[in-house]
């Protein structure tokens, strides 16, 4: 039922909608909370695990943040479902492949997810599409309010909020924002932009976050430290760059247009010929050749390919989403025969 | 006025009819003589050179082999035109390119080319579409006897005919066959073929003759030896191994349908594709690209394209035709633009 649900919809991280949405796919705010009187995950046996589940989700239903069939036992779930959360954002690999007593609260637009007894026993998120990460924190404050009526976390005066690694110590906030930067990387300044970044103690990951590849050139901007320093300052810092990024990658389109219009306009449709002949395409080159529709869409080249069309074929061209969309489970060859179909059938219109 | 009727057409070359034509593009008979009384044209000062070509060219007009208006005076021709010839294979990139008095005769459906003042005094060519060596020989002979009313041909007992270089001395016969390999290619077994067929004394060419690349999968095939051989022995050399090489590219063909249909229909679509969107297209791209739309074609992969469309744009995506068409010179990359945009109107139906 809920899964049906998610494949019927893109959710608020790929909405495609907000301040900036042609270069900032989404904001997205996470908190690290540990309840008092529980070890940390990694120490807990198995009796404690499922205790430490069964509080939190009792909470999470008590204050109706949501309802009951939103909250998914993960230990209870199939593996191809677990890969769909994935896919869509809503819980981390991590969660996906652990096999202790979990699971995750999904609110009905996807803009929030709270992932129990993953590395934290809490670790809420909440998505926001295109630049708002003030409104993001809002929700995500909320959240924890509501969370915090029923919960009892261990914070320490001193330290702030108590978390199982000592990189989340403190506000437990993690604040990132997702930008899509294919003019940059097209005119080769993307490195210095991650220098630039760097500098002010922020990471630069790629689409599915730590340790993951750049994929169709999307790129996530985040904050490294969470120790001594307020939510504020940490919103602040990142506040101060991405609007900075943002410009360049404006500029640096408009200077490819300039200089080069007709190569443009040749790398977007032969992506957009690509994708409506292929019979065969991998997930990684159908990301890329997405990528420069995307692209193409926001500069004016492709007229006739609306945005939700693009993000639907990001979401649903993923290994898990292709497999439920099909209803079985299918090898790599079959995956990308599949993958072209679906791909042409929604260019054409027909799905 | 002959320019612009050529434009119209394909050429006898391109015809894409006779035996076998979904593997032989055609086959290709050349005759080298030199006059009696006249030196080689190396060795000939300008004067002789004129008189040279004078005297070979009213024997054409007064043999009516062609009328006057298709009898071409290369020195006096623009170089954009002599271009268009040698892509149309009716004279060779020597021919375009040097400055002495130079002619080429060439009959309406350019089935046929005498070159004047070539390499030698007299090159007749004569093409035939598909596998049709004998016929294409008796057209050869029928117009070599027609020169030989009106010119001495320098010919010696013992020898046979006596030609500028020694490689053509005997018969001045090269025979050749212009066959499109794509399946050979694809599955690594051209090189065997390429060994087999040189140790019959045959040589391999690319598409536009000695030392040019294989681009496309197209190959010609051709004798070698010429002296102390009758015509009828170079011929038979031929003959035997055409319809070998000819039946391992059809096996070749269906074991990739058989065994990885998907992945052929993914090459054929993928190169339609690039055709019908690119904005900027080099003609060994396009080559290759149209290849894979022929291969497609017989397989039967790309229904709604006819063999004519092919044809056409093989011919006219060259740099020459390209210029011709627009009817002005033009630099790389605005050949490149006018290259895709042609393609993408003959493909839409449009031109």
Redesign the interface.
Known sequence: MLFDQLLKQTGEWLRGTGPEADIVICCRLRLARNVQGFRFISRMDADERTACEQQIRSVILQQRIVPEDRYVSLHETAPLDRKLLVERHLISKEHEDSKHPRGVAIDRDEQTSIMVNEEDHVRLQVFQSGLQLRAAHKVANALDDLLARGLDFAFSPQLGYLTACPTNVGTGLRASVMLHLPALVLTRHIEKVFQAVSKLNLAVRGLHGEGTEASGHFYQISNQVTLGRSDADILANIEQVIPTIVSYERKAREELLRRDR??M??RV??A???L?????ISSEESLMLLSALRMGHHLGILPDIDLQTINELFLNTQPGHLQKLAAHEMEA?ERD?RR?EYIRRKLDGKS
Request: hydrophobic fraction near 45%.
């Open positions: 007709l190569r306009e040749d449709w032969r957009y010929g690509m409506r002949t292929a019979r065969i060859l025969a072209a």
